[in-house]
């Protein structure tokens, strides 16, 4: 299918790319930095820059067969409530929304429009379990949710099955709440906000962009879907949940009080809670790979598979390292379900490198060679812990093509980073083995931050790929 997507920059949106191509679709990515979203997105990605006329925009939509409108819109925290972010924050949904039906044509174009809206059309639910039968809430951001997906349901008078995602909570790798919440958690400063008790309406992001998919090609989909887990939480068991898992206390509270002179208005966010359940993707027949809140943070926080310790062993024959010192060696292995051909081809291709990147690393690339082989050089940038701005720039220093490629670091943070990537067929899996020696600067104080931080940094990454590699590839 060709599909139409708003919103492909964020954090469900890179996620639901990948699933998407995985099942062969074509995206066509509606943004409003070109440059930054051909970056993120990959080589397999169209792109088509949002302009004040709406160029462009009918043309892709008649080519599409159907839409996922994704934008999330102004964010709800990150300010007060004043009248003007009010306005902004319905216009960036609801305005939006319209405007992209307004260029749906009944004649020709998409046959299939998936919008999302939130948890929050319900308003504070308490304990009183909401399946989508519920009825609405009477606050702001309910009203906001009715009106969204009022503006999506409009696509029906141009003959598209409209399906609603009433999102919840989305937990994943280097991204949405989770990742918000992990730093204070690892400091030991985690804990319940607010009383504790309001549920937390979780969904893993491989069950959400499971669900997508399953929307796009179940015509019998249509109407409103809570894209929750089966089992919402209360915040209180969410931050023991957390807690155990990293190994760390949870029990220091953000009081409500303390929370509302933050926030304002915007406190209802975080205090108020919905205990929704997907009662029509079950009875649709949709299978949750994570039921439980156990179960999605074990798979979202562990990473066993990656080793990193001392290098103790001979390093490969490389001028590069009889120049560059290593003190550490880091190892990982990954079998995929998919042919060599197609999963080197995916990874040895620069313009890759943003989307299998933690978008919180703000990775661009700025020179890329014309061919890739010994020698070839590029150059990137990005943000260390999204703050400290850094240029680097990789030089191939071994292709072997459908084999392996090793990049060494000619300009960056480290004394040394040298990484091989090697690629081993195993009938139509391939089991893909990356060694990666490096060296922090600045000596001892290198050594220092490297069992402070830069170790745990680097596993985080290495396993963000790994999710990437599932979504793009299934079973990993």
């Known amino acids: 299918m060709n599909i139409f997507l708003t919103g492909a920059t964020g954090f469900i949106g890179r996620a639901l790319i990948l699933r998407l191509q995985q099942e062969g679709h074509h995206i066509v990515a509606y943004v409003r930095n070109e440059q930054k979203a051909r970056s993120l997105l990959g080589k397999d990605c169209s792109v088509l820059g949002i302009s004040k006329d709406r160029s462009g925009l009918q043309q ?30 319905r216009s960036s949904r609801i305005d939006f929304t319209n405007s992209i039906v307004d260029h749906i044509s009944e004649e020709k174009g998409p046959k299939v429009f998936i919008s999302t809206s939130a948890v929050g059309v319900y308003g504070d639910g308490g ?35 409209v399906v609603r995602m009433r999102i919840g909570v989305v937990l994943g790798r280097q991204g949405g709440a989770l990742a918000q919440m992990l730093l204070p958690f690892r400091f030991g400063l985690g804990g319940p906000i607010g ?75 975080l205090l108020n809670g919905q205990r929704a359940v997907p009662a029509h993707a079950e009875k649709m027949g949709f299978k949750f790979q994570f039921n439980r809140i156990e179960e999605a943070l074990k798979d979202l926080l562990e990473n066993d598979f990656i080793t ?34 197609e999963v080197f081809s995916f990874f040895s291709s620069p313009e890759n490198l943003g989307l299998i990147t933690p978008a919180a690393l703000q990775f661009r690339i700025t020179a890329l060679p014309e061919e890739m082989n010994d020698g070839a050089i590029i150059d990137y940038t990005l943000k260390l812990n999204g703050i400290v701005p850094l240029k680097w720039r990789t030089r191939i ?18 004394d040394c980073w040298w990484h ?57």
């Not at 008649?62 to 999330?72: F, G, S, T, Y």
């Not at 959400?208 to 068991?237: C, E, H, I, R, W």
């Not at 220093?397 to 480290?414: H, I, S, T």
Request: charged residues 25%.
């Open 397 to 414: 220093e071994n292709w072997k093509d459908g084999e392996l490629f090793v990049d060494a670091q000619l300009r960056g943070p480290y």
């Open 195 to 269: 009383s504790g008790d309001q549920f937390v309406p979780w969904i893993h992001l491989q069950d959400l962009v499971d669900l997508f998919v399953k929307a796009l090609s179940d015509n019998t989909m249509s109407g409103a879907f809570n894209a929750t887990a089966p089992t919402p939480v209360t915040f209180t068991q969410f931050a023991k949940a957390l807690g155990k898992q990293i190994r760390r206390p949870a029990i220091l509270p953000l009081p409500s009080f303390a929370v509302k002179a933050l926030f304002g208005e915007a406190s209802v966010v």
């Open 127 to 161: 304990s009183t379990e909401l399946t989508e039968e519920a009825a609405s809430g009477t606050d702001f951001l309910a009203e906001i949710c009715r009106d969204w997906e009022s503006a999506a349901l409009r696509a029906r008078d141009v003959g598209c099955r």
């Open 60 to 89: 892709a939509l008649e080519n599409a067969d159907a839409v996922i409108n994704l934008l999330a819109g102004e964010p709800l925290l990150g300010g007060r409530w004043d009248e003007k972010k009010r306005a902004s924050m």
């Open 308 to 341: 990193i310790g001392p290098c103790r062993e001979a390093v490969p024959n490389s001028d590069y390292l009889a120049r560059n010192s290593p003190s550490y060696v880091l190892k990982a292995a990954t079998t995929i379900d998919r042919p060599i051909e």
């Open 420 to 476: 091989e990537h090697r690629f081993k067929a195993e009938g139509n899996k391939t089991v893909m083995t990356d060694t990666v020696y490096y060296a922090p600067p600045v000596g001892l104080l290198g050594r220092v931050a490297n069992a402070l931080f830069i170790e745990d940094q680097l596993k985080e990454i290495f396993g963000y790929r790994s999710s990437v590699l599932r979504l793009r590839f299934g079973n990993v």
